[in-house]
């Protein structure tokens, strides 16, 4: 059976993956965002092995950290990134009951780095390592640093008011 330390090392090689496709995350959302949610099952199953639970698959998984009030704060991001991934991947929201033609039609491709990664999976990983009772997991953690993100460009400004009263 794989231990919490085991959980991070997938979870780094997770991260080593996913750092490698931000570079290219507008030809590949679909596999950023599940590349971040499985770094983010990783964190997640190191944090319940660790306290000596055995999720046994998605269900449970959620189920668990909706039910601890300790890991509360990790399933209010962990939960958006599992739905996402989901789209991702089969283009269908199983809670909605929705389909998409694409993953972009759920989430814009820039919302893929300042959303899913820079919001959700960032949350995991601060939450998990709040929950995290091992001071040598909590260091073996490879951490997303929000300042190697790619950098998106704003959204064009409005063009100014006119000035010309004529207009």
């Known amino acids: 059976m794989a ?22 995350y507008r ?6 965002v599940t590349v971040a949610f499985y770094k983010a099952l990783h964190i997640v199953d190191a944090v319940c092995l660790e306290s ?3 999720p046994c ?19 209010r991001h962990y939960q958006p990134l599992w739905i996402a991934s989901g789209i991702a ?6 809670d909605a009951q929705q389909g998409y033609g694409k993953f972009i ?31 040598e997991l909590k260091k073996r953690l490879k951490q997303l640093d929000p300042a190697k993100l790619p950098v998106i460009p704003s959204s064009p400004s409005p063009p100014p008011a006119s000035t010309n009263p004529s207009t």
């Open 89 to 94: 991947r089969y283009l269908f929201d199983s």
């Open 105 to 135: 039609d759920y989430m814009p491709v820039d919302d893929v780095v300042t959303h899913a990664v820079g919001k959700r999976l960032l949350g995991v990983e601060q939450t998990a390592l709040q929950a995290m009772k091992s001071p």
């Open 52 to 54: 000596g639970f055995v």
């Open 57 to 75: 698959g998605h269900a449970h998984r959620l189920d668990l950290l909706k039910r601890r009030p300790a890991w509360q704060p990790i399933h």
């Open 3 to 24: 231990t919490a330390l085991d959980q991070i090392l997938l979870a780094n090689k997770d991260h080593d993956v996913l750092m490698a496709l931000l570079s290219h």
């Open 27 to 32: 030809n590949y959302p679909e596999w950023v």
